[in-house]
């Protein structure tokens, strides 16, 4: 048999081996294959049952010897003997003269033969009988309370009529798997696919055996089953597929790619190969290298290097605004910056103009050189570890924020309401969530923090005590402590950092002052208590003045509303007398006339 694959031709051979013989395994009959594929050597095993023929063999016995009395003295040779007979193990289908025995331990020894047993000659004017007949078949269920006979007959009466002759009928008791048995069918696992003798995959056959077992699970002849009527309707034979072997298929290997690195000695060429078919069966199997690598020609590395920012010059002065240079050089190094040899300085014409002409603009740079007593930034710090927000270990954002900044530097106190505020500076980032660790109470930071008021933070970094502000170096390490400025002016004091090393001295005069002006703040930062006191207290001042005039207010509405009641009072009266008189005039003049 031949399968093609990609690029090669796989042949299949059967080898057949005449020496190999048949084994008996679990009722089945096994012997080795022997299959050859390009040079490979594999061996598989053929099964096939056994259909009886694993049990070839059976006890072979010889009739009973004469019965053997022994006898004392004179007295006649009757009564109980023993007698013997010889058994042997042969294989099934020899005939009883040829010499066919092997050895006893392959016949079944359960059903062994016994090769003796007790005999009984009668003695002159005894009762004979002759030997007891078979036992006669319990019912097919083994039903409890069943029973089973067996009987023999008189050869002899007795010569004396007082004599007894021996029982002729006995019964006993049809018990379970002792003097009585259930019988059914059982079959055996399905052997391998037979194929044909040439053939080592395609259609085939296999098959499974019928045996019949009795209840107490030995095996015995299928006539057992059949003379209790049991019938089997179980398939026997089928066909059957063995699949035939598959190899690996690979695709052809991709061309070269180009290679990692243009120029040093690290670069290396990639191609690659897929699998098209996985091998199935006893194929050949894929291999596992599907990619192959070479280096790529070694070529010298050109690149223009810029150099560090010089100091910050002043011309003609020591400080105020000046410049800071760097230089461009071209350098030559082998793919590794950081690797020796380090880069050399080679010809300027090697690296090209365009970039030289791009990254001349930045060859200088503004700079400042604070005067004694100015306030200046600092430079800028580096760059925060990424911010997310994380729960759990897990980022619900794709992009955080990494911050920066300038602190300002306060030489002297007095000039501090012209400092600029502290600035910042943010760009996004990508991060991930750092594990959460609880604080330990040993905590260690390298290096050990010595600054005065400085202390070591849970995240292992050097911090400053409650009430000071951290004063960093370009390298992010801690450089010294210096106290937060209180906020008694509108400026951004929490966001400053004054040098401790460069601020004067007050004189004792300015320390008596600041001792009893009062300060709302606290060197921690916090609002002090007589603060609260004092709000308090002017609350409650408030309070006592709304109420004390709306007291003057209501006894004044109350003094104009009874002024207001005499008025009208009074005007009530004088109305009463002007409609009076007329009155008096008329009756007077009636009376007079």
Same mark, same amino acid.
């Given at each position: 048999?031949?399968?093609?694959?990609?690029?090669?031709?796989?042949?299949?051979?059967?080898?057949?081996?005449?020496?190999?013989?048949?084994?008996e395994?679990?009722?089945l009959?096994?012997?080795?294959?022997?299959?050859?594929?390009?040079?490979?050597v594999?061996?598989v095993?053929?099964?096939?049952?056994?259909?009886?023929?694993?049990?070839?063999?059976?006890?072979?016995?010889?009739?009973?010897?004469?019965?053997?009395?022994?006898t004392?003295?004179?007295?006649?040779?009757?009564?109980?003997?023993?007698?013997?007979?010889?058994?042997r193990?042969?294989?099934?289908?020899?005939?009883?003269?040829?010499?066919?025995?092997?050895?006893?331990?392959?016949? #079944?020894?359960?059903?062994?033969?016994?090769r003796?047993q007790?005999c009984?000659?009668?003695?002159?004017?005894?009762?004979?009988?002759?030997?007891w007949?078979?036992?006669s078949?319990?019912?097919?269920?083994?039903?409890?309370?069943g029973?089973?006979?067996?009987?023999?007959?008189?050869?002899?009466?007795?010569?004396?009529?007082?004599?007894?002759?021996p029982?002729?009928?006995?019964?006993?008791p049809?018990?379970?798997?002792?003097?009585?048995?259930?019988?059914?069918?059982?079959?055996?696992?399905?052997?391998?696919?037979?194929?044909s003798?040439?053939?080592?995959?395609?259609?085939?056959?296999?098959?499974?055996?019928?045996d019949?077992v009795r209840? #107490?699970g030995?095996?015995?002849?299928?006539?057992?089953?059949r003379?209790?009527?049991?019938?089997y309707?179980?398939?026997?034979?089928e066909?059957?597929?063995?699949?035939?072997?598959?190899?690996?298929i690979?695709? #052809?290997?991709?061309?070269?790619?180009?290679?990692?690195?243009?120029?040093?000695?690290?670069?290396?060429?990639?191609?690659?190969r897929?699998?098209?078919?996985e091998?199935?069966?006893?194929?050949?199997p894929c291999?596992?290298?599907?990619?192959?690598? +070479?280096?790529?020609?070694?070529?010298?590395?050109y690149?223009?290097?810029?150099?560090?920012?010089?100091?910050?010059?002043?011309?003609?002065?020591?400080?105020?605004?000046?410049?800071?240079?760097?230089?461009?050089?071209?350098?030559?190094?082998w793919?590794n910056?950081?690797?020796?040899?380090p880069p050399?300085?080679?010809?300027?014409?090697?690296?090209?103009?365009?970039?030289?002409?791009?990254?001349?603009?930045?060859?200088?740079?503004?700079?400042?050189?604070p005067?004694?007593?100015?306030?200046?930034?600092?430079?800028?710090s580096?760059?925060?570890?990424?911010?997310?927000?994380?729960?759990?270990?897990?980022s619900f954002?794709?992009?955080?924020?990494?911050?920066?900044?300038?602190?300002?530097?306060?030489?002297?106190?007095e000039?501090?309401?012209?400092?600029?505020?502290?600035?910042?500076?943010?760009?996004?980032?990508?991060?991930?969530?750092?594990?959460q660790?609880?604080?330990?109470?040993?905590?260690?930071?390298?290096?050990?923090?010595?600054?005065?008021?400085?202390?070591?933070?849970p995240?292992?970094?050097?911090?400053c005590? +409650?009430?000071?502000?951290?004063?960093?170096t370009?390298?992010?390490?801690? #450089?010294?402590?210096t106290?937060?400025?209180?906020?008694?002016?509108?400026?951004?004091?929490?966001?400053?950092?004054?040098?401790g090393?460069?601020?004067?001295?007050?004189?004792?005069?300015?320390?008596l002052?600041?001792e009893?002006t009062?300060?709302?703040i606290?060197?921690?930062?916090?609002?002090?208590?007589?603060v609260?006191?004092?709000?308090?207290?002017?609350?409650?001042?408030?309070?006592?003045?709304?109420?004390?005039?709306?007291?003057?207010?209501?006894?004044?509405?109350?003094?104009? +509303?009874?002024?207001l009641?005499?008025?009208?009072?009074?005007?009530?009266?004088?109305?009463?007398?002007?409609?009076a008189?007329p009155?008096?005039?008329?009756?007077?003049?009636?009376?007079?006339v």
């Open positions: 048999m031949t399968e093609d694959c990609a690029g090669c031709s796989l042949t299949y051979t059967h080898v057949p081996d005449s020496s190999a013989e048949w084994k395994v679990n009722e009959k096994i012997r080795p294959i022997t299959l050859l594929a390009a040079g490979a594999a061996m095993y053929e099964a096939v049952p056994c259909n009886r023929e694993c049990s070839q063999y059976e006890w072979r016995i010889e009739p009973w010897s004469i019965c053997t009395i022994n004392v003295d004179d007295l006649p040779a009757c009564g109980e003997g023993v007698q013997s007979r010889k058994i193990c042969a294989m099934k289908g020899t005939l009883s003269g040829e010499d066919g025995t092997v050895d006893v331990s392959l016949c #079944d020894q359960e059903e062994m033969p016994p003796a007790v009984y000659l009668a003695c002159p004017n005894d009762c004979v009988v002759a030997a007949g078979a036992w078949n319990c019912p097919p269920q083994c039903d409890p309370g029973a089973r006979n067996r009987s023999r007959h008189i050869l002899r009466l007795p010569a004396s009529e007082k004599a007894v002759c029982e002729l009928v006995q019964s006993e049809c018990l379970l798997n002792t003097t009585c048995f259930t019988y059914q069918y059982r079959v055996s696992d399905w052997s391998t696919c037979q194929l003798e040439s053939a080592i995959c395609g259609e085939g056959s296999r098959s499974r055996l019928l019949c209840s #107490d030995k095996t015995v002849e299928l006539q057992k089953c003379q209790f009527g049991l019938i309707k179980l398939q026997l034979l066909s059957c597929v063995v699949d035939c072997p598959v190899s690996c690979l695709t #052809d290997w991709s061309p070269w790619a180009d290679c990692s690195h243009t120029c040093g000695t690290q670069g290396h060429s990639v191609r690659t897929r699998i098209l078919q091998a199935h069966e006893e194929g050949r291999p596992s290298q599907l990619t192959q690598t +070479k280096p790529c020609p070694i070529r010298p590395c690149m223009w290097l810029l150099n560090g920012w010089s100091a910050c010059t002043v011309e003609g002065a020591k400080c105020g605004e000046g410049v800071r240079r760097r230089n461009l050089s071209c350098v030559v190094h793919g910056l950081h690797e020796s040899p050399q300085p080679v010809n300027r014409e090697l690296c090209g103009d365009v970039l030289q002409q791009q990254l001349q603009q930045e060859m200088e740079q503004p700079c400042f050189v005067c004694p007593g100015d306030c200046h930034l600092t430079e800028w580096m760059w925060s570890s990424c911010q997310l927000t994380c729960l759990e270990g897990r954002e794709s992009t955080g924020r990494q911050a920066r900044s300038r602190a300002v530097i306060i030489q002297a106190m000039n501090q309401g012209s400092c600029p505020y502290q600035v910042f500076e943010t760009q996004p980032c990508k991060g991930g969530c750092f594990p660790k609880r604080p330990t109470t040993l905590r260690h930071c390298h290096p050990p923090c010595t600054k005065p008021f400085s202390h070591c933070t995240s292992g970094v050097c911090g005590e +409650k009430g000071y502000t951290e004063v960093m370009s390298h992010g390490f801690l #450089d010294y402590c106290r937060t400025p209180g906020v008694d002016n509108s400026k951004k004091a929490d966001v400053k950092t004054n040098s090393r460069l601020k004067p001295r007050p004189s004792q005069a300015n320390d002052f600041s009893w009062l300060r709302p606290g060197q921690d930062g916090r609002v002090k208590l007589w609260y006191a004092v709000t308090v207290v002017g609350f409650i001042v408030i309070l006592f003045i709304i109420t004390l005039s709306f007291l003057i207010w209501y006894v004044l509405l109350l003094s104009s +509303k009874s002024s009641s005499y008025s009208i009072v009074k005007a009530g009266a004088s109305l009463l007398v002007t409609h008189k009155y008096t005039q008329t009756h007077t003049h009636t009376h007079l």
